[in-house]
């Protein structure tokens, strides 16, 4: 409720969307040509509602904002190639709901972990957190990028695409967040003893070269220069 009213107050209208429930009051959310869905939930039966009042509304394009969880940890670059993905995940068969619909076409953000805004790396792992697998490559993004991207979307009317959004460089955990803790002046968080680096590295050269996108914050060492 206090971020509606946050929301209220700026230009446009703002209205409570909860998947979770019956959808028969969000008529008013549905009065557009595009829809942006950002909705932090992997619940299917809520998705698969939503996607029918969709259907029913005179929503043409929507751009469904996903996560590059949907890759599993497989040691290598991966990309939006088919078969990359886990099938079974839940924000795969979510996106297959939209991607499936014939009544509006669908392009698929996959966000990797955000940072920017209030969400400063250097903060993540205060209160005694430990890194884990800290020789692991990172996959993140800077929240300007996020928002720059989907404007792109919209305003080159690309649809009917999956892209993976994710900053060009790739450090360790170990030497991404401690930089990321000198920079706000917190102690150097606990990484785990381990000799494993299981990993993944997020490719996003579809991404750049079918919207000819350049990123803000291309490089993660200098995001916090």
């Known amino acids: ?4 009213a946050t929301l209220t107050a700026l230009p446009g209208e703002a209205c409570i969307v909860d998947i979770g429930k ?10 557009s040509d595009t829809l942006i869905v950002n909705i932090t939930s992997k619940d299917i039966d809520g998705f698969e509602r939503l ?3 969709i259907e029913a509304s005179g929503v043409e394009s929507v751009l469904f904002v996903s996560s590059t969880s ?4 497989s040691c290598k670059v991966v990309s939006e190639a088919a078969g990359e993905e886990s099938p079974d995940h839940p924000l795969v068969i979510i996106e297959n709901l939209f991607r499936q619909s014939a009544q509006f076409r669908t392009t698929i953000v996959r966000f990797a972990g955000l ?3 209030s969400r400063h790396p250097g903060r993540f792992f205060r209160g005694g957190k430990t890194v884990k697998n800290p020789d692991a490559n990172v996959n993140l993004i800077h929240l300007d990028d996020c928002i720059n991207i989907l404007e792109r979307i919209v305003a080159n009317d690309l649809w009917g695409e999956v892209f993976n959004a994710c900053a060009d460089t790739h450090p360790s955990k170990r030497e991404f967040y401690s930089q990321a803790a000198k920079m706000v002046g917190a102690p150097l968080p ?9 990993f993944k590295i997020i490719d996003n050269r579809k991404l750049k070269r079918v919207l000819g996108y350049e990123f803000l914050h291309p490089d993660l060492m200098a995001v916090f220069n």
Do not use: T, W
């Open 1 to 4: 409720m206090d971020r509606l």
């Open 70 to 73: 949907v890759y599993p940890v």
């Open 115 to 117: 940072i920017g805004g």
């Open 190 to 198: 606990d990484f785990e003893d381990s000799d494993e680096r299981s």
């Open 51 to 53: 996607v029918r009042k």
């Open 22 to 31: 019956p959808l028969d009051d969000i008529d008013a959310f549905l009065q």
